[in-house]
């Protein structure tokens, strides 16, 4: 009987197992193949996912690269912009300091020419004395400092008939006056005629220092203007000679000047009726030598060695 059961257990023990097995390979054999061909998918998937991964990995990698160098020339530029603003904050400083510099010449400047105005705004008082009819004779002349600037740094004329400009030249019309003023007060003073008042401003030149160009200026030929040759107290031939007939054309007198180019000597003609001695005829008239570099020379009267020299004749006034 027992032996009877067991057999029977068995038998349904082998039929279950029977039943697995063909439940087995008919069920779970497909649905196995259908998961290994998932399970293949997958594995691609997966592959496909890890080689996007990988890419973007080396994306992001170069991405680092280049933030990295972004982030180092971003470094650089902030220190360069740093560097910069120290230079322009030293840059301002210096500015600053120039600005105050600056201020400070430009009120030195400011002072120094009022200063200058100041100074130029004297009056030089150039007291001549000189001897005529045997006696001396003396009288102040005013120079405005200013005017004798003005006068000593014009541009000096090249040509000899410029010489007349100077003569005539009307911004130192209220000079001349002021000379021609100060005769008239010592003619009217000691009553002299006409002859004596035109031969004491002749007498008044011809005391005058001679002096030669090259000592007194970098140049060998430099013609001054009258003003000038007041105020330094002389001057060479040309000078004396522009003096006188400014003088006395202001006076009235026609005059030229005459220009000796043989003897490299300059005097003045006057057209005086009545006047003897030597002459020049120009224009009609008579200019009557007249030499301004020593004292004693009356009208008419020439230097012997300058008799036969040929004169060129230039009157002040047509």
Known sequence: MRQSITIIIFSIVGVAVLVYL????????????????????????????ESTILDQENQISALESESALYAQQITDLESEVITLQTDLNAAGQQVLYYQ????????????????????????????YTWFYQYKSW??????????????????????ISSYVDMAIDPDDDVFI?????????IALEYHL?????????????????????????????YPRYPIETVFERGGDCEDTSILVAALLDAMGYDVALLHLPDAQHMAVGVALPGASGQYYEYGGKQYFYLETTNEGWPIGQIPLELISTYTYIYPLRD
């Open 100 to 127: 105050n510099q600056l201020a400070l010449i430009q009120s030195q400047l400011s002072d120094s020419q009022e200063l200058l105005n100041s100074v130029l705004a004297i009056s030089v008082i150039q007291n």
């Open 177 to 185: 006056a002021s000379v021609i003023q100060e005769i008239d007060g």
């Open 22 to 49: 063909l439940s087995y390979f008919l069920i779970y054999e497909p649905g196995k193949e259908s998961l290994q061909d998932q399970v293949t998918a997958l594995g691609l998937d997966v592959d496909n996912l």
């Open 193 to 221: 005629n006409e002859e004596q008042r035109l031969n004491l401003v002749i007498a008044l030149v011809q005391s005058m220092p001679y002096t030669d160009d090259g000592a007194t200026t970098t140049s060998d030929e």
């Open 138 to 159: 003396n009288c102040d002349l005013p120079v405005l400092l200013s005017t004798y600037v003005d006068y000593s740094e014009r541009p000096r004329p090249t040509s």
